[in-house]
T-cell receptor, first 117, second 111 residues
Framework: GAVVSQHPSRVICKSGTSVKIECRSLDFQATTMFWYRQFPKQSLMLMAT?????????EQGVEKDKFLINHASLTLSTLTVTSAHPEDSSFYICSASPASGGRDTQYFGPGTRLTVL | DAKTTQPNSMESNEEEPVHLPCNHS???????IHWYRQLPSQGPEYVIHGLTSNVNNRMASLAIAEDRKSSTLILHRATLRDAAVYYCILRDPFGNEKLTFGTGTRLTIIP
């Protein structure tokens, strides 16, 4: 199946710093990628939809100025957590679909575990 | 998006079949039924999806009720590596591509 990678897999940072997470589709092009956040023992919560060449669409309650998303190419989307605080510590997961249409499957990255001290 | 209801947890013995139920009584005529699973500390992975007919692939089978208000994911012979949270999700092919994850079913495999 299609492969999605994330980098880094794990990051620990100090409070107040910014952290960038990369999501790449390795063997397909994706005009749309998705960013999720998952707290311990909870389900995945969609944060935003990343659209190649245009602004991201954020879910209600997600601060767009805090979680900056850039979809610079058809194979790369980045999520930057700005001025991170301990409450931003979470498991961040991206996904992408090789083609448009709701019947298609989404392929998920392995996730990035962010710990803010 | 139409809502799905799944049991919070299930247990099964290793090498036995597992039937994971999902209720979706408000499913629309165009919604596809998707199943994903998430192993510990990993991103979710696609398992199977279907519309009306039962579906089989190398990972599992999907049995869809005639009225489409429920479905069952079937793992024919569970292994320890099948221990995961299984999510049943409805997707409208004419809507956006977003996936809305519920709480899923945490499957424990007993050796």
């Amino acid at each position: 199946g299609a492969v999605v990678s994330q980098h880094p897999s794990r990051v620990i940072c100090k409070s107040g710093t910014s952290v960038k997470i990369e999501c790449r589709s390795l063997d397909f092009q994706a005009t749309t990628m998705f960013w999720y956040r998952q707290f311990p023992k909870q389900s995945l919560m969609l944060m935003a939809t990343s659209n190649e060449g245009s602004k991201a669409t954020y879910e209600q309650g997600v601060e767009k100025d805090k979680f900056l998303i850039n979809h610079a190419s058809l194979t790369l989307s980045t999520l930057t957590v700005t001025s991170a605080h301990p409450e931003d510590s979470s498991f961040y997961i991206c996904s992408a679909s090789p083609a448009s249409g709701g019947r298609d499957t989404q392929y998920f990255g392995p996730g990035t575990r962010l710990t803010v001290l | 998006d139409a809502k799905t209801t799944q049991p919070n947890s299930m247990e099964s013995n290793e090498e036995e079949p597992v039937h994971l139920p999902c209720n979706h009584s408000t499913i629309s005529g165009t919604d596809y039924i998707h199943w994903y699973r998430q192993l510990p500390s990993q991103g979710p992975e696609y398992v199977i999806h279907g519309l009306t007919s039962n579906v089989n692939n190398r990972m599992a089978s999907l049995a869809i009720a005639e009225d489409r208000k429920s479905s069952t994911l079937i793992l024919h012979r569970a292994t320890l590596r099948d221990a995961a949270v299984y999510y049943c999700i409805l997707r409208d092919p004419f809507g956006n591509e977003k996936l809305t994850f519920g709480t899923g079913t945490r499957l424990t495999i007993i050796p």
